[in-house]
């Protein structure tokens, strides 16, 4: 049986009756009229009494069907899809996802797109209210769909629709607002999959609720195949967008150290990146920094041209250790979430370097010790130590960030396994060589046919004869982070490093096109001299000469201190950044057991300040404890607060960041929809226009049947009055009898 | 429309409240367009010339001929047959329906008085009967010019109220007026029509010529009601409600069969008829009759 949109309505049919009511009243409004020729008049009801009857009923009828049949289009009869919907035997499923990633915040007239999607999701409450029982409603937002362990968390799920079930959704909507998260559809759609099962007894709608960002679905496939998915099984599907046009938005999309060896009291440089996503250049913007909670001064930028990303550098001092909060921030805009950007440098009171020297004079730990540290009134944060090779062999060498070698002739396997090892994780190691070295250990120890931590094969030693005939410089470097800073060609300070020997590769030898390998220096005669190489997490950097000014005379230039501080902040950055932590990924760390309990405590920024939740750390395989704050919600600096042994509490911040990629605004049309959702058949609607055509919605309106019933029996109500001479004629009768006098 | 249709049209007859006034404004409208002055004589047909001998009237003398040959001559008319007819008009109650300018009675009656006035004016004999169901007023046919006043009288004093019986009627006009003449029937002829045709057929055997003026209400012919309405009979004791527009056409069927079978058993009996609608003028009904005098007195 059909339901309708507006049952109350229904009371209206009684309308119907108003015909009769108008027949009966005429008959009693008779005109009379004394009439003289009456045999002919009931000659002629004689032969028309049947027939004129039956019209006159017919008419009736069709004026009484008109009136209930327009009754019936206001009241909205809604004719589900499915057969076993059409007699009345199942259930209907409604299913609402609702976006309400942070590009849904986008404001215009006083209202976001969340508000408008809001209001797209009560209308179809009240459509679903109105119509009747064997109704459920779900509604599930794409942060709550569950990802990466979380549990899918709807806010009305298979809710019974009853007499009381709208004031419950207004109630879930008031709660609900756009999220810092860049959540999309495909998780959603998976989990509502997942959550409800096959469903073969209800008929089920998904209303997609989303902005439409041309972002999220530049790669389609997967949300194109669950679609489809949906649709074999029968799934009315409906795409909503709450979107009427493009709005111009600025973003902060990076916040970051750009060099430099991070210490206390240390200048160091940082980038703030934006990124104007608008059609229109933006001028004269003023970036708002904060460190540790105080106002820094702004960053200005005089101009970001449309579509592009301008970065500016600017310049921090901690003086104190520990992890320092520094944040970015924008004025308003469209989108505020991704007007601030956070950052946490986790800044020690000193940097230890390792420095192995096997010679005995240990002239290369010197001169290298010198560079990291020079001392008096300069300071660099760092704190060599010089260590014999023996300290390799069973000492923990993950305090250092970088390890250097230096003239070492040979090492033990262990403690190239723990170098490796070393690197793997994450380490930065910087090989020089000098006249101990031997290319046998080299080659078998930590080349090892290119597994191992050496760059390259070495094939002995070799001199550099000079060329006096030629004016050119003994190094020739390529662009790189640690020659960078003396790069240019009026820096002289690399024209005057001078190398007369130095350990030299095999002739035929060359760097692997598809390896890590890189040469990033060569000398005059085009052999290698400095050559890197990823291994692992960390870097290897290999300087085949000596570091102190023995085959060279680097160790007693001033380029060497700058040189050596480059490398080791080139070195101490691993070779893949840990992932920025976005909003709504969890939050993991591990710790070690003795050091700590496994109470952990999350503090977290919120809406309404900041959110504290307890969890227990467990202690896993690789024994150490491990906690997991499964969900983070807002934008800002997370902190675990770990318990020592002692009873200490050691913090440990996160910054956690909006997707910047989310305040791209850029939308998708309907048609540009279509070209992605090929082949998935589906209704698309504009939500401001939802209402109007909502009957699709929920199953078929055959109002548009009743509409062409209605003009079928409008004009058969036209011919059957015709045919009754209903319709008095325009002008007198034109007389059948000539009214000439004679016959 | 001309002068002397202006004079003929029921519209201006109805203001003109005397009968034997309207009688003579319609006659003399209607003669007046035919020609200038054909009734100059003692009688309406122009037979020959004559040459003028001593005693002749000398408002008789033809001087136009006078004026071309010199000599006198008198014009000669038909003489004067007495022609005597007898005005039969239908009072019953169906002839008191009416929806223009005049009720069918009152059309009736105005042709009636007009024919009279005619017929008197040609110096022949007239006499009136009205009836209904059986004769209300009988005036026997004299030619006196004030004759006209006792069948306007007789007219006058007739109210349509009861059935028509046409038969008996028309059975009372050949005995009432048993010499040769003419018979002019007035009426709606809304009776039995075996009884019409009956007396006919007896008035043709006793050598009457008839004439049957049908006089019908234009609502009557065109049926042009819309709305509910409630019909009663004026001589059927019957009502019916109904939308007359759906009975219309069979209505109108049935009233073209009336027509034809009337016009027919008119033909039938050698009976001239003429049908004649109550918004039209009356020329035709007195064309009819001089037409028909003509033959008569060709007889």
Request: net charge neutral; hydrophobic share 45%.
């Given at each position: 049986?059909?339901?309708?949109?507006?049952?109350?309505?229904?009371?209206?049919?009684?309308?119907?009756?108003?015909?009769v009511l108008i027949h009966l009243i005429n008959m009693m409004?008779?005109?009379?009229?004394?009439?003289?020729?009456?045999?002919?008049?009931?000659?002629?009801?004689?032969?028309?009494?049947?027939?004129?009857?039956?019209?006159?009923?017919?008419?009736?009828?069709?004026?009484?069907?008109?009136?209930?049949?327009?009754?019936?289009?206001?009241?909205?009869?809604?004719?589900?899809?499915?057969?076993?919907?059409?007699?009345?035997?199942?259930?209907?499923?409604?299913?609402?996802?609702?976006?309400?990633?942070?590009?849904?915040?986008?404001?215009?007239?006083?209202?976001?797109?969340?508000?408008?999607?809001?209001?797209?999701?009560?209308?179809?409450?009240?459509?679903?209210?109105?119509?009747?029982?064997?109704?459920?409603?779900?509604?599930?937002?794409?942060?709550?769909?569950?990802?990466?362990?979380?549990?899918?968390?709807?806010?009305?799920?298979?809710?019974?629709?009853?007499?009381?079930?709208?004031?419950?959704?207004?109630?879930?909507?008031?709660?609900?607002?756009?999220?810092?998260?860049?959540?999309?559809?495909?998780?959603?759609?998976?989990?509502?999959?997942?959550?409800?099962?096959?469903?073969?007894?209800?008929?089920?709608?998904?209303?997609?609720?989303?902005?439409?960002?041309?972002?999220?679905?530049?790669?389609?496939?997967?949300?194109?195949?669950?679609?489809?998915?949906?649709?074999?099984?029968?799934?009315?599907?409906?795409?909503?967008?709450?979107?009427?046009?493009?709005?111009?938005?600025?973003?902060?999309?990076?916040?970051?150290?750009?060099?430099?060896?991070?210490?206390?009291?240390?200048?160091?440089?940082?980038?703030?990146?934006?990124?104007?996503?608008?059609?229109?250049?933006?001028?004269?913007?003023?970036?708002?920094?904060?460190?540790?909670?105080?106002?820094?001064?702004?960053?200005?930028?005089?101009?970001?041209?449309?579509?592009?990303?301008?970065?500016?550098?600017?310049?921090?001092?901690?003086?104190?250790?520990?992890?320092?909060?520094?944040?970015?921030?924008?004025?308003?805009?469209?989108?505020?979430?991704?007007?601030?950007?956070?950052?946490?440098?986790?800044?020690?009171?000193?940097?230890?370097?390792?420095?192995?020297?096997?010679?005995?004079?240990?002239?290369?730990?010197?001169?290298?010790?010198?560079?990291?540290?020079?001392?008096?009134?300069?300071?660099?944060?760092?704190?060599?130590?010089?260590?014999?090779?023996?300290?390799?062999?069973?000492?923990?060498?993950?305090?250092?960030?970088?390890?250097?070698?230096?003239?070492?002739?040979?090492?033990?396997?262990?403690?190239?396994?723990?170098?490796?090892?070393?690197?793997?994780?994450?380490?930065?190691?910087?090989?020089?060589?000098?006249?101990?070295?031997?290319?046998?250990?080299?080659?078998?120890?930590?080349?090892?046919?290119?597994?191992?931590?050496?760059?390259?094969?070495?094939?002995?030693?070799?001199?550099?004869?000079?060329?006096?005939l030629d004016n050119a410089p003994d190094l020739d470097v390529?662009?790189?982070?640690?020659?960078?800073?003396?790069?240019?060609?009026?820096?002289?300070?690399?024209?005057?490093?001078?190398?007369?020997?130095?350990?030299?590769?095999?002739?035929?030898?060359?760097?692997?096109?598809?390896?890590?390998?890189?040469?990033?220096?060569?000398?005059?005669?085009?052999?290698?001299?400095?050559?890197?190489?990823?291994?692992?997490?960390?870097?290897?950097?290999?300087?085949?000469?000596?570091?102190?000014?023995?085959?060279?005379?680097?160790?007693?230039?001033?380029?060497?201190?700058?040189?050596?501080?480059?490398?080791?902040?080139?070195?101490?950055?691993?070779?893949?950044?840990?992932?920025?932590?976005?909003?709504?990924?969890?939050?993991?760390?591990?710790?070690?057991?003795?050091?700590?309990?496994?109470?952990?405590?999350?503090?977290?920024?919120?809406?309404?300040?900041?959110?504290?939740?307890?969890?227990?750390?467990?202690?896993?395989?690789?024994?150490?404890?491990?906690?997991?704050?499964?969900?983070?919600?807002?934008?800002?600096?997370?902190?675990?607060?770990?318990?020592?042994?002692?009873?200490?509490?050691?913090?440990?911040?996160?910054?956690?960041?909006?997707?910047?990629?989310?305040?791209?605004?850029?939308?998708?049309?309907?048609?540009?929809?279509?070209?992605?959702?090929?082949?998935?058949?589906?209704?698309?609607?504009?939500?401001?226009?939802?209402?109007?055509?909502?009957?699709?919605?929920?199953?078929?309106?055959?109002?548009?049947?009743?509409?062409?019933?209605?003009?079928?029996?409008?004009?058969?109500?036209?011919?059957?009055?015709?045919?009754?001479?209903?319709?008095?004629?325009?002008?007198?009768?034109?007389?059948?009898?000539?009214?000439?006098?004679?016959? | 429309?001309?002068?002397?249709?202006?004079?003929?049209?029921?519209?201006?007859?109805?203001?003109?409240?005397?009968?034997?006034?309207?009688?003579?404004?319609?006659?003399?409208?209607?003669?007046?367009?035919?020609?200038?002055?054909?009734?100059?004589?003692?009688?309406?047909?122009?037979?020959?010339?004559?040459?003028?001998?001593?005693?002749?009237?000398?408002?008789?003398?033809?001087?136009?001929?006078?004026?071309?040959?010199?000599?006198?001559?008198?014009?000669?008319?038909?003489?004067?047959?007495?022609?005597?007819?007898?005005?039969?008009?239908?009072?019953?109650?169906?002839?008191?329906?009416?929806?223009?300018?005049?009720?069918?009675?009152?059309?009736?009656?105005?042709?009636?008085?007009?024919?009279?006035?005619?017929?008197?004016?040609?110096?022949?004999?007239?006499?009136?009967?009205?009836?209904?169901?059986?004769?209300?007023?009988?005036?026997?046919?004299?030619?006196?010019?004030?004759?006209?006043?006792?069948?306007?009288?007789?007219?006058?004093?007739?109210?349509?109220?009861?059935?028509?019986?046409?038969?008996?009627?028309?059975?009372?006009?050949?005995?009432?007026?048993?010499?040769?003449?003419?018979i002019i029937l007035v009426s709606d002829l809304l009776v039995?029509?075996?009884?019409?045709?009956?007396?006919?057929?007896?008035?043709?055997?006793?050598?009457?010529?008839?004439?049957?003026?049908?006089?019908?209400?234009?609502?009557?012919?065109?049926?042009?009601?819309?709305?509910?309405?409630?019909?009663?009979?004026?001589?059927?004791?019957?009502?019916?409600?109904?939308?007359?527009?759906?009975?219309?056409?069979?209505?109108?069927?049935?009233?073209?069969?009336?027509?034809?079978?009337?016009?027919?058993?008119?033909?039938?009996?050698?009976?001239?008829?003429?049908?004649?609608?109550?918004?039209?003028?009356?020329?035709?009904?007195?064309?009819?009759?001089?037409?028909?005098?003509?033959?008569?007195?060709?007889?």
């Amino acid at each position: 049986m059909p339901t309708f949109l507006h049952a109350p309505l229904l009371w209206g049919l009684l309308l119907a009756s108003v015909p009769v009511l108008i027949h009966l009243i005429n008959m009693m409004r008779h005109r009379r009229v004394r009439w003289a020729a009456m045999e002919f008049l009931l000659v002629s009801r004689k032969k028309n009494r049947t027939w004129v009857l039956l019209k006159e009923l017919l008419l009736l009828a069709a004026r009484m069907s008109i009136v209930a049949i327009i009754v019936l289009m206001v009241a909205q009869p809604l004719l589900r899809d499915q057969l076993g919907a059409v007699l009345g035997g199942s259930k209907t499923h409604h299913i609402v996802l609702l976006d309400d990633s942070f590009s849904m915040s986008d404001r215009s007239n006083g209202a976001t797109v969340m508000d408008r999607a809001k209001e797209a999701v009560d209308r179809i409450g009240a459509m679903v209210a109105a119509g009747g029982d064997s109704r459920t409603f779900t509604l599930l937002r794409f942060s709550e769909a569950g990802r990466g362990g979380r549990r899918t968390q709807p806010d009305l799920l298979q809710e019974q629709v009853d007499s009381e079930f709208r004031a419950r959704l207004r109630e879930t909507l008031k709660t609900i607002q756009a999220s810092e998260t860049a959540a999309g559809p495909v998780a959603p759609l998976e989990a509502i999959g997942q959550l409800l099962g096959e469903g073969e007894d209800e008929t089920r709608v998904v209303y997609l609720i989303s902005d439409f960002r041309k972002k999220q679905w530049d790669r389609p496939e997967d949300i194109r195949s669950r679609l489809a998915e949906l649709r074999a099984k029968g799934v009315s599907l409906h795409l909503i967008n709450c979107v009427d046009a493009r709005r111009p938005n600025l973003a902060v999309t990076q916040l970051e150290l750009t060099s430099g060896t991070v210490a206390a009291g240390i200048a160091l440089f940082m980038e703030v990146e934006v990124r104007n996503y608008g059609g229109e250049p933006a001028r004269n913007v003023s970036v708002v920094l904060e460190e540790d909670g105080h106002a820094r001064p702004a960053v200005r930028i005089d101009e970001v041209p449309a579509g592009e990303s301008v970065r500016e550098r600017f310049e921090v001092t901690f003086a104190a250790g520990g992890a320092h909060r520094v944040a970015a921030r924008l004025d308003g805009d469209v989108v505020t979430a991704d007007n601030y950007r956070y950052a946490v440098v986790d800044v020690p009171l000193e940097v230890p370097a390792l420095i192995v020297d096997g010679s005995v004079d240990q002239q290369g730990a010197f001169f290298l010790s010198a560079a990291l540290a020079p001392g008096g009134n300069v300071r660099t944060g760092l704190r060599p130590r010089v260590e014999t090779p023996r300290f390799l062999d069973d000492n923990p060498l993950d305090a250092f960030p970088v390890i250097y070698l230096t003239d070492v002739e040979h090492l033990d396997q262990r403690a190239v396994k723990g170098l490796e090892n070393f690197v793997a994780g994450g380490g930065g190691l910087a090989i020089f060589l000098g006249p101990r070295c031997r290319a046998g250990f080299l080659n078998e120890g930590l080349w090892r046919g290119g597994e191992g931590l050496l760059p390259l094969p070495i094939g002995g030693e070799s001199a550099l004869f000079i060329d006096r005939l030629d004016n050119a410089p003994d190094l020739d470097v390529v662009d790189h982070p640690i020659f960078r800073v003396l790069g240019g060609q009026n820096n002289s300070f690399l024209s005057q490093i001078k190398v007369g020997r130095y350990f030299a590769a095999p002739k035929d030898w060359k760097a692997d096109a598809e390896s890590t390998v890189r040469v990033i220096a060569r000398l005059r005669d085009g052999a290698p001299l400095v050559v890197e190489r990823a291994f692992g997490k960390g870097r290897v950097v290999a300087w085949l000469s000596t570091a102190a000014p023995i085959w060279n005379n680097a160790g007693s230039s001033p380029a060497f201190v700058v040189l050596v501080q480059e490398m080791q902040a080139y070195l101490a950055r691993r070779v893949e950044a840990a992932a920025p932590l976005l909003v709504g990924s969890p939050i993991e760390l591990s710790f070690d057991p003795a050091q700590y309990q496994n109470q952990v405590r999350f503090v977290s920024p919120g809406r309404d300040g900041a959110e504290t939740t307890a969890h227990d750390a467990v202690l896993k395989e690789d024994n150490m404890l491990h906690a997991r704050l499964t969900r983070t919600d807002a934008a800002g600096v997370h902190e675990a607060q770990l318990l020592t042994a002692t009873g200490m509490v050691d913090a440990r911040r996160f910054a956690v960041n909006v997707d910047p990629a989310e305040g791209d605004l850029a939308r998708l049309d309907g048609s540009q929809l279509a070209a992605r959702l090929d082949g998935v058949e589906y209704a698309y609607h504009q939500a401001d226009t939802f209402e109007a055509r909502r009957d699709a919605s929920i199953g078929r309106n055959l109002s548009d049947v009743l509409l062409y019933l209605l003009i079928v029996l409008l004009v058969g109500e036209m011919l059957l009055a015709w045919s009754c001479s209903y319709h008095p004629p325009e002008t007198r009768v034109a007389a059948p009898f000539g009214r000439g006098a004679a016959a | 429309m001309s002068d002397a249709q202006r004079f003929l049209d029921p519209e201006a007859i109805r203001r003109i409240a005397r009968l034997e006034l309207r009688a003579s404004h319609v006659v003399e409208g209607f003669l007046s367009g035919m020609h200038r002055s054909p009734y100059f004589g003692q009688s309406i047909e122009f037979l020959q010339h004559r040459e003028y001998t001593r005693g002749d009237d000398l408002r008789d003398v033809d001087w136009k001929v006078w004026a071309r040959q010199d000599r006198f001559y008198v014009k000669q008319y038909e003489e004067d047959t007495n022609l005597r007819a007898a005005l039969l008009v239908d009072a019953s109650a169906s002839m008191s329906y009416g929806s223009g300018p005049l009720g069918k009675f009152d059309y009736a009656a105005t042709l009636a008085a007009s024919l009279a006035y005619l017929i008197l004016r040609q110096q022949d004999a007239v006499g009136c009967m009205t009836f209904d169901a059986k004769a209300r007023a009988t005036v026997p046919q004299r030619t006196r010019r004030n004759h006209l006043d006792a069948i306007v009288r007789a007219l006058d004093g007739s109210r349509p109220e009861e059935k028509t019986n046409l038969e008996e009627i028309l059975r009372h006009a050949a005995e009432a007026y048993p010499k040769r003449g003419l018979i002019i029937l007035v009426s709606d002829l809304l009776v039995d029509r075996e009884g019409l045709f009956k007396g006919l057929r007896l008035l043709r055997s006793r050598g009457h010529d008839v004439i049957v003026l049908h006089v019908m209400d234009d609502d009557e012919l065109d049926f042009p009601f819309s709305g509910p309405t409630r019909f009663e009979g004026l001589e059927i004791d019957h009502r019916l409600s109904c939308n007359p527009r759906a009975l219309r056409q069979g209505y109108l069927e049935a009233l073209g069969a009336f027509l034809e079978e009337i016009r027919r058993g008119c033909a039938s009996n050698r009976v001239d008829y003429v049908l004649l609608r109550t918004s039209r003028p009356l020329d035709a009904a007195l064309a009819a009759f001089l037409s028909k005098r003509m033959e008569v007195r060709k007889k």
